[in-house]
């Protein structure tokens, strides 16, 4: 009895299950070949065609023949294989365009919760930018005025995480602060105020690390708060400067207390505020970017405006990382004393 081949029809013809896999047409194979060379030949062109599965090619049907009862049964099932991972491809395919849609529309809502405009009193100008790490990050900035008091005020805030999840919960953090604005807190007392908030409703180890400020435009005057973000930095008479402000991050601890600062600041100086995505962005070889370096491109673009400042700072950083995604979201606030 001459040896058959069997064909499996092309996708989307594919068999659906073992028993129609098994049951696919047979053709006459050449002749003029022993059972042993079509035996060596079969393997020969089933390996060969293989590698192409191997190199991805999920769309190939194996062609087999079937000296070998056994070895065709075999072969059969790597085409009934291949049909099952196509369709599971195409669910997982389907699955990431929906969350890449959910993505770009939790992306779109979070650029409408940050400020459309920037306060520009007559006094300081103020430049602020966020890279995220991926398309929706934790970071976030705000700015307020007390009209009773005739302060300026701003926010930066770093909530640990990444993605969605961070996202949400620094939705919820700028709720909470929006809700305690009006009533004109100092910044101490603002930040005991957030953290008593989130302490009742943060989920189980997660943190807000924050950055409060006033600033008092007639005298010059900021008075700000830490809660956990690197040091803020002041560049005067082409010197930088640290501001020793420190405190625990939100959430962690009921009844956690802060201290305030205050700096009186004169026409010239630059001050820098920036989560630690920025000094702790690594280079190829793990190297950390780090605070010296952020303070000597603030330090060499002292006498340009908050927003040349902020954005040669991202810019720098990114060609440090040498990277299309940083590992975590970059956040700057850049001010400049009139």
């Known amino acids: 009895m001459r040896p058959n081949t069997k064909i499996i029809p092309q996708w989307p013809g594919i068999p659906t299950s073992v028993n129609e896999a098994l ?12 059972k042993e060379d079509n035996l060596r030949r079969l393997i020969r062109d089933a390996a060969d065609q293989l590698c192409q599965v191997v190199d991805g ?8 023949s079937e000296p070998d009862d056994d070895i065709d049964k075999l072969l059969l099932l790597v085409n009934f294989v291949l049909a099952s991972a196509r369709r599971s491809f195409k669910s997982l395919h389907e699955a990431h365009r929906r969350v890449e849609e959910d993505l770009a529309a939790a992306r779109k809502l979070q650029e409408k919760l940050l400020p459309q405009a920037l306060p520009q009193p007559q006094n300081l100008r103020v430049s602020a930018n966020f890279v995220p790490a991926r398309t929706v990050g934790g970071d976030f900035f705000d700015f307020f005025r007390y009209k009773h008091r005739g302060l300026e005020v701003g926010i930066l805030a770093d909530v640990s995480g990444k993605g969605p999840a961070a996202a949400i919960y620094a939705a919820l953090v700028s709720g909470i602060v929006r ?3 009006h009533e004109e807190l100092k910044p101490d007392d603002m930040l005991e105020r957030l953290n008593d908030n989130l302490f009742t409703r943060a989920p189980d180890g997660q943190f807000v690390a924050a950055t409060y400020y006033t600033w008092d435009d007639e005298r010059l005057v900021l008075e700000t ?25 939100l959430g962690l601890f009921h009844g956690a207390e802060y201290e305030a600062m205050r700096v009186q600041c004169k026409p010239g100086d630059t001050l820098f505020f920036y989560t630690d995505g920025i000094p702790e962005a690594v280079d190829p070889e793990g ?15 002292s006498d340009h405006d908050a927003a040349d400042i902020v954005n040669s700072v991202l810019r720098v950083v990114s060609n440090y990382c040498r990277c299309e995604a940083n590992f975590d979201d970059q956040t700057a606030i850049g001010m400049k004393v009139l």
């Open 179 to 181: 809700s305690l604005v």
């Open 287 to 301: 190297n950390e970017f780090g605070v010296g370096r952020l303070s000597e491109i603030i330090l060499n673009n």
């Open 57 to 64: 090619d999920l769309n190939l049907v194996v062609r087999v």
């Open 225 to 249: 708060c830490n809660s956990g973000l690197p040091e803020p930095l002041l560049c005067r008479d082409g010197k930088m400067q640290s501001l020793q402000v420190h405190g625990l991050p």
């Open 23 to 34: 049951q696919a047409p047979t053709f006459p194979a050449p002749d003029g070949l022993s």
